[in-house]
T-cell receptor, first 112, second 116 residues
Framework: QKEVEQDPGPLSVPEGAIVSLNCTYS??????FMWYRQYSRKGPELLMY????GNKEDGRFTAQVDKSSKYISLFIRDSQPSDSATYLC????????????FGSGTQLTVLP | GAGVSQSPSNKVTEKGKDVELRCDPI?????LYWYRQRLGQGLEFLIY????????KSGLPSDRFSAERTGESVSTLTIQRTQQEDSAVYLC??????????????FGSGTQLSVL
């Protein structure tokens, strides 16, 4: 079993839809949770960063962490075609980025 | 430069040949990472450089893989005697605050390596 599981999709939604992307994990030591967005033929870019449980909102994006269920989510409201990308979750137990464990990514397409 | 620069963007090679991949980090970023991204899989950590400290090579999959970094500048990842399973995107990232809880990685666009 992988430490971090992420549904690869692909996920296709109409413009304006609410998108829910999810990851589950098995390592209860993970405390820092991230979502990266990766456009085709580009490197990942950090989208959201949360520590421990709870919600964090940034514009149309909301990151949610439920440590009791070992489950994290990224919600995208009013999705746009420009949101079409692969979304990777990542998490770590301590400070160093060397410890980051990435999910395999979910490919999202938002249709105009 | 404005961002992390990697070259070449694409590399096609024959099995058994050596390849060299280059990364130019963001100026002033002391930490540099190499990752491998196989199709449909998450990023795998390969190696980490921080200043003049000994690199963390714990992620290198075999002794065919090696990397060097000149000071806090350019890094090269070398794969000797390439195998088909080495086909992947090789990503480089740099950061300004290595080891901190708020460390943010800035990634290059990667090198797509195809071993025939």
């Amino acid at each position: 079993q992988k430490e971090v599981e992420q549904d690869p999709g692909p996920l296709s939604v109409p413009e304006g839809a609410i998108v829910s992307l999810n990851c589950t994990y098995s390592n209860s030591a993970f405390q820092y949770f991230m979502w990266y967005r990766q456009y085709s033929r580009k490197g990942p870019e950090l989208l959201m960063y949360t520590y421990s449980s709870g919600n964090k909102e940034d514009g149309r994006f909301t990151a949610q962490v439920d440590k009791s269920s070992k489950y994290i989510s990224l919600f995208i409201r009013d999705s746009q075609p420009s949101d079409s990308a692969t979304y990777l979750c990542a998490m770590k137990a301590s400070g160093s980025a060397r410890q980051l464990t990435f999910g395999s990514g979910t490919q999202l397409t938002v249709l105009p | 430069g404005a961002g992390v620069s990697q070259s070449p963007s694409n590399k096609v090679t024959e099995k058994g040949k050596d390849v060299e991949l280059r990364c130019d980090p963001i100026s002033g970023h002391t930490a540099l990472y190499w990752y491998r991204q196989r199709l449909g899989q998450g990023l795998e950590f390969l190696i980490y450089f921080q200043g003049n400290s000994a690199p963390d090579k714990s992620g290198l999959p075999s002794d065919r893989f090696s990397a060097e970094r000149t000071g806090e500048s350019v890094s090269t990842l070398t794969i000797q005697r390439t195998q088909q399973e080495d086909s992947a995107v090789y990503l480089c990232a740099s950061s300004l605050a290595p080891g901190s809880t708020n460390e943010k990685l800035f990634f290059g666009s990667g090198t797509q390596l195809s071993v025939l």
